[in-house]
């Protein structure tokens, strides 16, 4: 099964993404959310993140996006996550206790390309078990996360990765607020 196959049948995958190697799947599916919770030993009130591979694909998760925030997103320079407060048609088991969901549109990459080819946001966590830290090349993966997924890209794997993402939040009463810079 390839890359594509292993997303659309509900599988899970380390892969590439636009800052660190990630865990992920289709995040429309209820049951990768919560095999990816189990992978990482991942406490349920602590919420994961989407990829998205644009701005028409960011409005079928989000309600009115704020002028704000598409300003903000022109203007990024680096990969930038937000914390929306008003997500529709996604599951609530990937949804934040508070109801919120962070969504990052990828701006290049194979991310990208494996969101344009399914159709479907990606879930992205960091491919670590919970609390341990963030692998910033491949082969910083533990052999506990690798033995548990459906499959691993074979791409980058000698190359060091990015930061963690930017994130920020938006909420009518206090703006933007910068989360992790």
Sequence with gaps: MNIIETVLAGGIIIY?????????????????IKRIYRIKNRPDNKSVLILVDGYKMLQQYVENIPLEIWEL?????VP???IYTNPKNLPRELLAPDGSIGIRIVQRGFAKDLI?????????????VSGQPTPSQFDEISNEI?????????????????HPSRIIKWTKENGVEIIRD
Excluded: F
Aim: charged share 20%; aromatic share 4%; hydrophobic share 35%.
């Design 80 to 82: 930038t996550t937000v």
């Design 146 to 162: 690798l033995q548990r997924v459906d499959y691993v890209v074979n791409l980058h794997r000698n190359t060091a990765t990015n």
């Design 116 to 128: 344009k080819a399914t159709g479907k946001p990606l879930i992205s966590t960091s491919a670590n």
């Design 16 to 32: 590439p993404t636009d800052t660190v190697w990630g865990l992920g799947g289709d995040a429309t599916n209820p049951e990768v």
């Design 73 to 77: 997103l022109e203007k990024s320079i």
